[in-house]
């Protein structure tokens, strides 16, 4: 059965590389291209590494069983996994010193999640030394030869990125005594890997990402694949020959021959990632509107709508391809929404219809207690009143400093109040009538929000920070 491959090792005629969440290792002299699951229900287990001898595997495993959200090591070896560092979320390993020790990429002790530093890590007792090479995003250590890849993210993150913060190699001869910057492509350069005396890397400096090398110099530019669909990614090497992933494939090439192969694999798996299942409505829900009726929710991009105490939940609008915001029960007991896909408004119901009006990115919609109209802001800074009944839409009010996201209706559906950005931190509140007439009910030196009316519409209440207390200097 085919499957979706990713992170290969290779040591040998062992692969070791990630599929369904779980790490399995395949002999590649097997006849059948069956592989064995190594892994099973402790997380997410990815960027598997084989020892020299090939009798342990280490990898990284995410959102462990516990429901302890890490990113931390673990060495397979005589069948339980076996924890071995605990420096936190992002941590992954970079190959194996010797049969005991292996490198870890991490940003423990560090101040941000992109700066992640190398160390040494024994896999049998756990204990740790912090290598001195600073910032480095992979290293390859050979005798006295150590590679550092500093600034990169994987390549698809990145796509075509040219800029100033693309990534880096630099080579020590020495053993780490002194580095010089070594390859400058006009291009992401990651993943390198020393074999036969040359240096191997994956670049998308020509359009797609591919396999290339230089000589220790940096010199003698070769390219050795030629893929133009998708991009190469996460290479390893065992020194004789390189595995990387293409799409959902692994593929081997060997330098001395000059050749690339596909690993054909036969996945004995029963594909849990396309198995239905059931999702936690509160993980994701965005968005709930309610009325004396009903309750309408989005969630996942889908429109929902059920009785607060019994019945089904029915799903509105398309089922699938595409996406909902901001729910808004009408008193018909239809829903008004907005269709992400295009920005059009979109009444669901028996008989649903879409608003053929352009109001930019929609970013608030608040229906009034009549249920006759909508007021609208979007991104171009404008507050819009749309009228259901006729298809018409006027323009309120335009602001020149930021989005207007705060309004509230008259319990009479004429007026209504909404905060208005008056300049940096600067609101006032207004109020709107739907003739179109508009008045400013605050100053505008202060910063006033969250409008709403009393039930019976005698007050307006709003937040406000405005209170400014002067305080003598020392002096």
Wanted: proline share 4%; with cysteine.
């Amino acid at each position: 059965m085919l499957g979706y491959y990713m992170f290969p090792d290779v040591r040998g005629n062992l692969l070791a590389f990630t599929s369904d969440d779980d790490i399995w290792l395949l002999n590649l002299e097997r006849k059948d291209n069956r592989p064995i699951r190594l892994t099973s229900g402790l997380g997410v287990s990815i960027r598997p590494k084989i020892s020299p001898d090939g009798k342990k595997i280490a990898f990284t495993a995410l959102w462990l069983k516990s429901g302890k959200s890490s990113s931390d090591v673990f060495v397979l070896g005589d069948g339980e996994a076996k924890r071995v560092t605990y420096f936190g979320r992002n941590s992954r390993v970079a190959g194996w010193l010797s049969e005991n020790e292996i490198l870890v990429i991490t940003d423990f002790h560090t101040p941000f999640t992109q700066w992640t530093e190398a160390y040494k890590v024994n896999v049998n007792d756990g204990s740790f030394e912090k290598l001195p090479y600073g910032i480095v995003s992979n290293i390859v250590m050979s005798n006295d030869i150590i590679i550092l890849a500093r600034g990169y993210q994987d390549l698809p993150f990145w796509k075509g990125y040219k800029g100033g913060t693309k990534g880096e190699l630099w080579i020590s001869y020495d053993g780490g005594k002194s580095f010089n910057k070594f390859v400058s492509l006009n291009g992401i350069v990651s993943w390198p890997m020393i074999v036969k005396g040359r240096v191997y890397f994956l670049s998308d400096h020509e359009g797609v990402a591919n396999l290339y090398s230089v000589d220790l110099d940096g010199k003698d530019l070769k390219k050795h694949t030629n893929f133009t669909e998708y991009y190469c990614r996460n290479a390893s090497s065992d020194g004789e020959k390189i595995v990387f992933q293409n799409a959902g494939d692994i593929y081997i090439y060997y330098p001395e021959k000059e050749s690339l192969e596909k690993v054909e694999i036969d996945l004995p798996t029963d594909r849990k990632k396309r198995q239905p299942k059931f999702v936690s409505v509160t993980e994701y829900l965005t968005e709930v509107s309610t009325n004396n009726n009903y309750v309408g929710i989005i969630s996942r991009g889908k429109v929902f709508l059920m009785k607060p105490w019994d019945g089904p939940s029915v799903q509105l609008g398309e089922k699938q391809g595409v996406k909902y915001r901001q729910i808004q029960i009408l008193p018909s007991n239809e829903v008004l929404v907005v269709n992400s896909n295009d920005d059009k408004l979109v009444i669901l119901g028996k008989d649903s219809k879409k608003i053929d009006i352009d109001f930019g990115r929609i970013e608030r919609i608040n229906v009034s207690p009549d249920g006759k109209k909508v007021l609208i802001s979007n991104n171009r800074q404008e507050l819009w009143l749309y009228e259901i009944e006729n298809n018409s839409a006027k323009l309120i009010d335009k602001s020149e400093y930021n989005i207007i996201f705060e309004m509230d209706w008259h319990p009479d559906s004429e007026w209504f109040a909404y905060s208005f950005p008056e300049g940096h931190q600067v609101r006032s509140i207004k109020l709107g009538h739907i003739s179109g007439k508009t008045i400013r009910i605050t100053t505008p030196y202060g910063y006033d929000f969250s409008p709403s009316f009393d039930p019976d519409g005698r007050y307006l209440y709003f937040l406000s920070a405005r209170h400014l207390e002067a305080t003598d200097d020392k002096a």
